[in-house]
Antibody, heavy 118, light 115 residues
Framework: QVHLVQSGTEMKKPGSSVKVSCKTS????????LNWVRQAPGQGLEWIGG????????NYAQKFQGRVTITADEATSTAYMELKTLTFDDTAVYYC???????????WGLGTLVTVSS | QAVLTQPSSLSASPGAAARLTCTLR?????????IYWYQQKPGSPPQFLLR?????????ASGVPSRFSGSKDASANAGILLISGLQSEDEADYYC?????????FGGGTKLTVL
């Protein structure tokens, strides 16, 4: 069974950056695509981007292009999502979600709450 | 127009069936897509339920009751999640998802109330 363990709650100022981690276990990291999905308070799910460790490059939703970077460290089986130039609208729970490359998102982390507040 | 449209809410009685729809935008043919379905309860992450493209290309997540099934309505250009024999524990938000234009796209979600 795949486990995705995310880093803890973050409180950030507008204009700053946040970096959230997601450590995987129970699967072969190189064959497991990791994605980031966020959910603002009371809202639906929004895909931010993902990474296929085989290729090592992130793939991002157009909305976040230029503001987000997703990376993967195969040595530690950990993926990272860095979001820059935060605004109040970035307040959300950020989920790490993964699946075998070519499949969907069948495993999810518990989420990381990121609050942007002045 | 959104890529995926879901009714914002649906109510049904215990023991009845609930038919949740996920309508694809005009010009996007439901027949070519795997539709993924997720259940989310308050305070918890989404949980993968199943995916459906056709009767020969479908998968249910381990441990998901057989009361949950997927299908398509080609005439409506929609994916369908059917939940039969509704139980109170089925009350949750349900999201559909597809891979479209090199990214994952979610529907807005349907809040299912069992009353």
């Amino acid at each position: 069974q795949v486990h995705l363990v995310q880093s803890g709650t973050e409180m950030k100022k507008p204009g700053s950056s946040v970096k959230v981690s997601c450590k995987t276990s129970g699967t072969t990291f190189s064959s497991y695509a990791l994605n980031w999905v966020r959910q603002a308070p009371g809202q639906g799910l929004e895909w931010i981007g993902g990474i296929n460790p085989i290729f090592g490059e992130g793939n991002y939703a157009q909305k976040f292009q230029g503001r987000v970077t997703i990376t993967a460290d195969e040595a530690t089986s950990t993926a990272y999502m860095e979001l820059k130039t935060l605004t109040f609208d970035d307040t959300a729970v950020y989920y790490c979600a993964g699946g075998v490359v070519g499949a969907g998102l069948d495993s999810w982390g518990l989420g990381t709450l990121v609050t942007v507040s002045s | 127009q959104a890529v995926l449209t879901q009714p914002s809410s649906l109510s049904a009685s215990p023991g009845a069936a609930a038919r949740l729809t996920c309508t694809l935008r005009s010009g996007i043919n439901v027949g070519t897509y795997r539709i993924y379905w997720y259940q989310q309860k308050p305070g918890s992450p989404p949980q993968f339920l199943l995916r459906y493209k056709s009767d020969s290309d479908k998968q249910e997540a381990s441990g998901v009751p057989s009361r949950f099934s997927g299908s398509k309505d080609a005439s409506a250009n929609a994916g369908i999640l059917l939940i039969s024999g509704l139980q109170s524990e089925d009350e949750a938000d349900y999201y559909c998802m597809i891979w479209h234009s090199s990214g994952w796209v979610f529907g807005g979600g349907t809040k299912l109330t069992v009353l």
